[in-house]
């Protein structure tokens, strides 16, 4: 068997993006080490809250499951979005530290992932047999980042891995001009948090909330249209606006709302049942270059539960879903309150089980299928 060593720039229970279901389902047939996000000092001194994670590397390989282990990078300077020869040097100490828990002769070869610019002096390095670049979004347009560097760091990394998996078409063009082997390949559904419905009990606060029901469901940041869902919730005070996920900017005007409800962080499980429960996912993205090369996850969500995403027209990817009737979109905030207007009103059982019936074949056993007939091609014997 293969073996996976990914190297992620996100915690294992962090946002369920698109490293760890991706590593759940390759664990159901090779052996995955799954590398969490870098914490040190500097971290800490940024995001108070993460002190624990300094140590988190003591317990060592934590086993999540028969073929899944997580490990906790050590907590050295971790500036490689910063000031990369430094994390070019710490890379001789933390490499030794993976490969002490990595099996050391995987039968098959070693698969190497990983998800950001910052790895780009980490390919041949691993005694991999294939390097891989998974992309969900520009890494580079994060406000964390120094652009310059880490659009530098990138156009490396293209250059040395051997697959690029990208999560919307428009990104997979903008990585395939420096790497011929870049594939597009789509968010998709946690299947088996939508094969189960939780005690009705769960969503007591949400069914006291009176129909109908629209839901924004993710991390409410910069990138998200604050003033047009605030519009959107004035021009409708008989909709109920559900916002679900942590805030990370000022959305005082929109609390202010009589007809606004911010239900905080639910766990990942309850997501589909949460979703079932309102009329339309509101999708409200800004156009910015964060956004326009992505299709998020929350849209294949919203559809295996049944229900239309309303979108900005924040990317050209969406037109896609949009002309199959998989999606709806309003550019002005006249025409966003007209789509959740007609979401509402064409909210029937037939209609759910129309959407639900294409996003509950978003899976990621059928993304693994297609990503493992590609590395398939690739796999060449290490030289290591």
Known sequence: MRQHVYLSSNFWDGLWIIQQPTCDEIARHEPVLYVERHVSLFTILRYPRLWKRLFAWMAGAR???????????????????????????????????IRRWADPAPEGGRVLWMDNPMFSCVPGTMGES????????????????????????????????????????????????????????????DASAFANEPPAAAFADIERIPAPRVIFVGVLDEWCDLPLLDAAAARLPRVQFLFVGPVRVDASALKARPNVHFLGRRDRSLIPGILRRAAASLVAFRCIPLTERIVPLKIFEALAAGIIPICTPFSVDLRRLESQGLLRIGATADQFVEQIELAVAADTPAERRRLSEFGLKQTWADRWRDMSELIEQRLVPSSS
């Open 130 to 189: 294939l390097s891989i670049y998974h992309v969900a979004d520009e890494p580079s347009a994060f406000k964390e980042s120094n652009a310059r560097i880490m659009q530098r760091l990138e156009a490396d990394m293209l250059g040395r891995v051997g697959l690029v998996f990208a999560a919307a078409e428009q990104l997979r063009d903008h990585k395939a001009q420096l790497n011929s082997n870049a594939h597009t390949v789509w968010n998709a559904i």
């Open 63 to 97: 086993s999540q499951g028969p073929h899944l282990r997580v490990l906790a990078p050590l907590p050295l300077f971790h500036m490689g979005h910063q000031v990369p020869w430094l994390f070019r040097l710490e890379w001789a100490i933390q490499r030794r530290w």
